[in-house]
C-alpha cells in the first residue's frame, strides 16, 4: 500500500505562511503560555543584540512531552474533552484556547532560529521529569525543497537541577543541527543551503549569561522553577518596524493588536489568569514597557467614565442591563433586535461592558488632568475589544479595525449617531461553549464572516444605532437626562473657565507686582526716593526760612506736597492682594514676604521720614520771626488727612451705591422672570382644569387628570420656587454679621485646591521615582554582578597583557567610583540593615572632593574645610550624612559656576554647629521661608526636591538644618545643628 510523504516544507507552509503577522504570532505565543497554566508570560526585545527572548512560568514540559506533543503536529493534546490535557490543580481550570495543534509554530514568523528551554511543574500523581530540557530549530530548514519531514532531526539536551547549557553545549547542539543539514540536502553546496549553515554559524548564544541579565520574569536560576523560554536570534526586522510610531499613529502596530491581551477592564474583580507584558530594550539602553498591567483600560476608569453601558444578550439578540448616563444611578434599559423569526440567534448569548468618555472637556463630568490620561489613552488604543473565555481575539479592538461601522455611521450625522469609536473603551465577551459558532480564521484575522458573525455583527451594530435614538437623541425617550446634565456640565465649565481666566490674571497681574517690589528692594529704590523726599523738603523749609508772609499757607503746602509725594512712593510699592483669589504655594509665600518687607519699611523708612519731616517743619517754627505756631501746624496735618480720607470714603459710597443699584436691578429680573415662569405654568392648568367637564369623567379619570396637574406644578411650579429661594438666601448672605464673604470663601477653597494641586503634581513626581528605582533595582544588582564578574575575567587577561593592563585599571577605577556613588543609595532598599558608625569631617572632606574632583577643575570652585570641621566626628548612618552634604555642596556648585570671583565652599565649625557656605549670590530674602520646601526651585529646570529631601534626612536622624540670616553681598550660609545640642 500507498503512503502519504510529508515534506518539511509543510511546517514552514503550516507555520510561517499561515500567521498574519508579528502580533499575531506573539499572541498565539501568549496563548499557549496560557493553556500551560502560565501566571506570566514576558517578552525582552532587545533591539541591539536582534534577541527576541518569551518566556513563560506555566507548567513546562519534560523531554517525553516535548517530543510527543510540542514537537507532533495536529496533537490532540489541546481538545478539552481529552481526559490526558494537563491542568494546575493549584489554579482555576481554564478553557483551552488551542485547537489544530499548529499555533506553536508561530515562533517561527518571529526568527529563523530559536534556542528552547523548559522544565516541567511537578503535579501531584503525574510522573514528570524535573530536567531542563534544551533544543535547537533553525526553521529555514523547513523552507527547503525535496526534503521530508521524518528526516529532519532537532537536537535535544537535558540537564540536571539548575544546570544551564553552557556555550559549548549550544555549540553542539547547533553543529548536530548543520551535520544533519549536510546530510538530508539534495544539494548541499546550493546558495540556500550555505546560507543557512552561515546562519547556524553565528548562533553565539550563551543561556547562563542570558538569563542572568534578563529583567525580572520567570527564570531558570532554581532547579524547581518551571515553564518554556524562547531565545530567538537573530529576530525577524519586522519587529522593529511593527513597533515603531510613526507621524500619524499615536501607537505603533504591535502595541494596537497585543494590548490588553487579557480583559482587565470587565475582568478585574477576579484574578486575572495571565499577566503579558513586552519590553523593548533600545540601542541606547533604554527599557520601555510597551505592553503591562498597568497600560491598558482598567475598571475604575471605566467606571468613573461619563456613559457606561453594562450588560448581556440573550440567545434572541434582545438586550438586558444597565445604562449609567454621567455619573447618575443605572437605569434600567431593554431592547430588542430586528428578528422577525423569532429564532435563537446562532452567534448565541454574550455580554458587553463598555464605556463612553465626550470628546471634549467641557462636556465631560472627568477632572481635567483625568479627561487628559484617558483622553491620551483613547487616542492610542480606544475601541470595543472582543474576549473569549478571557483572552483577546485580534484584531478586534485595534483602531483601524471598526468592524460595527461606528465612524462610518458618525460621519452621517454626529448628532445623530452620537458614538464615535475612539472615545469608546470596552469589550464583548465570550465563551468557547456559549458562542461556538463564532470561529476564527486559520491566520487569527478575525471571525469567519458565517450566519453567526453577520447575526452578532448585526445585533451591536442596531445596539449602538438604539442606545443613540433612545438616550443621546434629541426626543429620544431617555435623551432629557443627557440634554440636562451636558447643558449644566457645558454651563458650569463656562464659568469656571471664566473663573480661572480671571484668578489667572490676577494672580499674573500679582507675580508681576511682587517681582517688581523685590526688583526695587534689591535696587534700594526706597531708601533713595525717601532720601530724595527729605532732601527737597529739607530745600523748602530751609527757603521758607527766609520768608516772612503767608508762612501758614507756605507751610501747609509743603506738609500737602510731602505727605503726596510720600503717599506716591508708597503707592508705587504697596501691593494689595487680590479678594476672592487663590494664591499658588509659591506665589503665597512671596506675599508673605511682601508683607515682612512691608513692615520693616514702615517701621525702619516710612515712619522715620515723616518724623524727619517734621522736624524740619518744627525747625521753621522755631526759627527767630516765624509767626506760626505748633497748634497750627498740627492742625493743618490733621485737615489734610480728614480732607484725603473723606474723600476716599465718598468714592467708595458712591461706588457701592451703583453696585447696589446694579444688584437690585438684576435680581428685579430674576425675580420677574421666576414669577412670570409660575405665573405660566399655573395659569395652563387652571385653564386645563377650568375647560373639563367633571361630570362626564370617572373618578379614576379624575384622579389621573389632579395627579398630571400635581406632576406638572412638581416639575415646572417648585423649581422656580427653589430659584427665587436660592436668591433670598444668597442676598441674605452678602449681609450677615460675622459671616465670610463669598469672595472670602472662594479664596479659601480656591488656595486649598491650588495647593492640593501643586502637592499631589510633586507626590506624583516622586511616586513615580519610587516606582522606577524599585524596577531597576532586580535589574541593577544583576547588572553590577555581572560587571564585577566580566571584571574578574578580563584581569586575569590584564595581568599577562601590559598594553591591557593600563585600560583594565582604567576602568576598574571608573567602576568602583560609580559603584562606590550608587552604594549610596543603599538605604532606598535595605533601611533596616543600616548601622551608625563614626564618620570625621576630614572623610566627608575627602569624600566630596574625590565625587566632585571634575567639577571643581571644571568650574575653577575650591573646597574648604576648616581643621574644626576636619577632626570633627558623627556617629551617624553613612547612608544619610554623605548624600546630604553631596547634595548641598551640588547646589553650592550650580550657583558658583557662573559667578565672578572667588569660587568658594567652606565646611567650618561654630561650636558645635556644622557650617556650610560659599561665596555665591546668596539666598534671596523673599526665599528664606520656602527654601527647604518641596518644588521649590531657582534653578532653570530644577525639580525643587534635593534641598526638601537633605532636610527630611536630617530631620530622621536627630538634626535640623537652618538658613543662616542672609547678609548683603555674602554667599548662602547652611547651619546644621544635633537637636540635643541646642
Keep these: 500500500m500507498a503512503k502519504i510523504k510529508v515534506r518539511a516544507r509543510t511546517v514552514d507552509m503550516l507555520g510561517r505562511q499561515q500567521i498574519a503577522g508579528i502580533p499575531t504570532a506573539i499572541s498565539e505565543l501568549f496563548k499557549n503560555a496560557h493553556d500551560a497554566y502560565a501566571k506570566n508570560v514576558v517578552v525582552d526585545y532587545y533591539e541591539y543584540d536582534d534577541l527576541f527572548v518569551l518566556r513563560d512560568d506555566g507548567l513546562g514540559m519534560s523531554k517525553d512531552e516535548f517530543e510527543s506533543n510540542w514537537l507532533t503536529l495536529g496533537t490532540e493534546s489541546k481538545l478539552i474533552e481529552n481526559a490526558s490535557s494537563l491542568v494546575d490543580p493549584e489554579q482555576k481550570a481554564r478553557a483551552v484556547l488551542g485547537e489544530k495543534g499548529i499555533g506553536r509554530l508561530a515562533v517561527a514568523a518571529l526568527g529563523p532560529q530559536v534556542f528552547i528551554l523548559t522544565r516541567a511543574k511537578q503535579i501531584e500523581g503525574k510522573n514528570r521529569s524535573q530536567k531542563l530540557v534544551a533544543a535547537y530549530i533553525n526553521w529555514d530548514v523547513f523552507s527547503l525543497p525535496q526534503i521530508d519531514l521524518v528526516d529532519v532531526e532537532i537536537p535535544i539536551r537535558e540537564f540536571e537541577g539548575s544546570t544551564l547549557p ?27 543551503v550555505q546560507r543557512i549553515l552561515s546562519l547556524m554559524s553565528k548562533f553565539d548564544f550563551d543561556p547562563q549569561e542570558c538569563i542572568n541579565f534578563l529583567p525580572v520574569g520567570p527564570t531558570f536560576n532554581a532547579s524547581n522553577d518551571h515553564g518554556t523560554h524562547f531565545y530567538i536570534k537573530p529576530a525577524d526586522s519586522i519587529i522593529k518596524e511593527d513597533i515603531a510610531l510613526d507621524s500619524v499613529e499615536p501607537s505603533s502596530t504591535l502595541v494596537k ?97 463598555f464605556a463612553y468618555v465626550q470628546g471634549s472637556p467641557s462636556e465631560s463630568i472627568l477632572p481635567s488632568d483625568e479627561f487628559a490620561l484617558i483622553s491620551s489613552k483613547l487616542n492610542t488604543i480606544g475601541g470595543i475589544y472582543i474576549y473569549r473565555d478571557g483572552i483577546r481575539i485580534l484584531p478586534y479592538g485595534d483602531s483601524d479595525y471598526d468592524f460595527l ?9 454626529m448628532g445623530y449617531y ?10 464583548i465577551e465570550l465563551t468557547k461553549s456559549n458562542n461556538q459558532n463564532l470561529v476564527e480564521k486559520a491566520g487569527r484575522e478575525g471571525f469567519r464572516e458565517n450566519k453567526a458573525y453577520r447575526e452578532f455583527r448585526g445585533i451591536l451594530k442596531n445596539f449602538f444605532i438604539q442606545l ?19 447643558k449644566e456640565i457645558k454651563q458650569k465649565d463656562i464659568i469656571k473657565r471664566e473663573r480661572e481666566k480671571k484668578a489667572k490674571r490676577k494672580r499674573n497681574e500679582l507675580a508681576h507686582q511682587l517681582e517688581t517690589f523685590f526688583l526695587h528692594i534689591n535696587n534700594d529704590f526706597p531708601q533713595t526716593s525717601i532720601d530724595d523726599l527729605k532732601s527737597e523738603i529739607k530745600n523748602e523749609t530751609t527757603k521758607l526760612k527766609r520768608k516772612r508772609s503767608d508762612q501758614k499757607t507756605e507751610i501747609a503746602r509743603i506738609l500737602k506736597e510731602s505727605r503726596n509725594m510720600l503717599a506716591q512712593i508708597k503707592a508705587s510699592l504697596r501691593i494689595t492682594k487680590p479678594q476672592g483669589v487663590g494664591l499658588s504655594k509659591e506665589l503665597a509665600h512671596d506675599f508673605k514676604s511682601f508683607e515682612t518687607e512691608w513692615e520693616r519699611l514702615e517701621n525702619e523708612l516710612f515712619l522715620p521720614a515723616e518724623h524727619e519731616i517734621e522736624l524740619y517743619i518744627s525747625d521753621v517754627l522755631n526759627y527767630e520771626g516765624q509767626t506760626i505756631s505748633k497748634s497750627d501746624l498740627i492742625t493743618l496735618g490733621l485737615e489734610g488727612k480728614t480732607t484725603e480720607y473723606k474723600e476716599i470714603a465718598n468714592d467708595l459710597i458712591t461706588s457701592s451705591h451703583d453696585e447696589l443699584n446694579c444688584l437690585q436691578s438684576r435680581v428685579n429680573e430674576q425675580s420677574i422672570f421666576h414669577f412670570n415662569n409660575i405665573s405660566e405654568s399655573t395659569s395652563r392648568v387652571l385653564d386645563q382644569a377650568s375647560s373639563t367637564e367633571f361630570a362626564k369623567l370617572t373618578d379614576s379619570q379624575i384622579k389621573t387628570l389632579q395627579v398630571n396637574w400635581d406632576n406638572e406644578f412638581r416639575e415646572c411650579v417648585e423649581p422656580e420656587i427653589d430659584k427665587l429661594k436660592q436668591l433670598v438666601t444668597e442676598i441674605s448672605s452678602l449681609f450677615l454679621p460675622n459671616s465670610p464673604s463669598a469672595d472670602e470663601l472662594t479664596e479659601v477653597l480656591e488656595e486649598e485646591l491650588v495647593e492640593l494641586k501643586e502637592s499631589l503634581a510633586s507626590q506624583n513626581e516622586l511616586l513615580q521615582l519610587g516606582m522606577a528605582l524599585g524596577v531597576i533595582h532586580h535589574e541593577f544588582r544583576s547588572c553590577v554582578r555581572g560587571l564585577r564578574e566580566s571584571l574578574r575575567k578580563l584581569k586575569r587577561w590584564a595581568d599577562s597583557n601590559q ?51 571634575q567639577r571643581f577643575d571644571r568650574h575653577q570652585i575650591k573646597l574648604v574645610a576648616s581643621l574644626a570641621f576636619r577632626k570633627h566626628i558623627l556617629f551617624e548612618y553613612p547612608s ?100 540635643d545640642k541646642k
Design 468 to 486: 443613540a435614538a433612545d438616550f443621546f437623541r434629541e426626543g429620544g425617550i431617555n435623551s432629557e437626562i443627557f440634554d440636562a446634565l451636558k
Design 880 to 979: 544619610s550624612i554623605f548624600p546630604c552634604f553631596v547634595n548641598l555642596v551640588d547646589n553650592s556648585c550650580f550657583w558658583l559656576s557662573d559667578r565672578r570671583g572667588e569660587r568658594n565652599i567652606y565646611l567650618d565649625m561654630d561650636g558645635e554647629d556644622i557650617l556650610l557656605s560659599d561665596t555665591g549670590p546668596g539666598i534671596h530674602k523673599r526665599d528664606v521661608e520656602r527654601i527647604f520646601d518641596l518644588g521649590f526651585t531657582r534653578k532653570p529646570s530644577g525639580q525643587g526636591m534635593g534641598l526638601h529631601v537633605c532636610k527630611q534626612t536630617f530631620d530622621r536622624i536627630g538634626y535640623e538644618i537652618t538658613l543662616d540670616p542672609p547678609q548683603r553681598g555674602k554667599g548662602v550660609v547652611f547651619r546644621i545643628r544635633h537637636r
Design 257 to 353: 493588536m497585543l494590548i490588553g491581551f487579557t480583559n482587565t477592564m470587565s475582568s478585574s474583580r477576579r484574578k486575572v489568569p495571565l499577566i503579558a507584558e513586552f519590553r523593548q530594550h533600545s540601542n541606547e539602553g533604554a527599557i520601555k514597557e510597551l505592553i503591562g498591567p498597568n497600560q491598558f483600560f482598567t475598571e475604575d476608569e471605566a467606571r468613573n467614565a461619563d456613559h457606561q453601558f453594562i450588560g448581556r444578550f440573550d440567545q434572541y439578540g434582545h438586550f438586558k442591563g444597565k445604562v449609567r448616563i454621567y455619573g447618575q444611578a443605572p437605569l434600567d434599559y431593554e431592547t430588542g433586535w430586528n428578528n422577525s423569526s423569532k429564532k435563537k440567534t446562532s452567534c448565541g448569548p454574550f455580554n458587553i461592558n
Design 803 to 853: 598594553a591591557l593592563a593600563k585600560l583594565y585599571s582604567e576602568i576598574r577605577t571608573n567602576f568602583d567610583h560609580l559603584d562606590g556613588y550608587l552604594t549610596l543609595f543603599t538605604p532606598l532598599t535595605r533601611r533596616l540593615n543600616r548601622k551608625k558608625i563614626d564618620i570625621s569631617g576630614s572623610e566627608i572632606n575627602k569624600y566630596l572632593q574625590d565625587l566632585f574632583s
Design 418 to 427: 452620537f458614538f464615535s469609536y475612539r472615545r469608546i473603551f470596552g469589550a
Design 405 to 413: 461601522d461606528i465612524e462610518k455611521r458618525r460621519t452621517k450625522g
Design 166 to 192: 553552557t556555550v559549548e553545549d549550544v555549540s553542539s547542539m547547533v553543529s548536530e543541527s548543520a551535520v544533519n543539514l549536510e546530510t538530508i540536502a539534495p544539494d548541499k553546496d546550493s546558495k540556500e
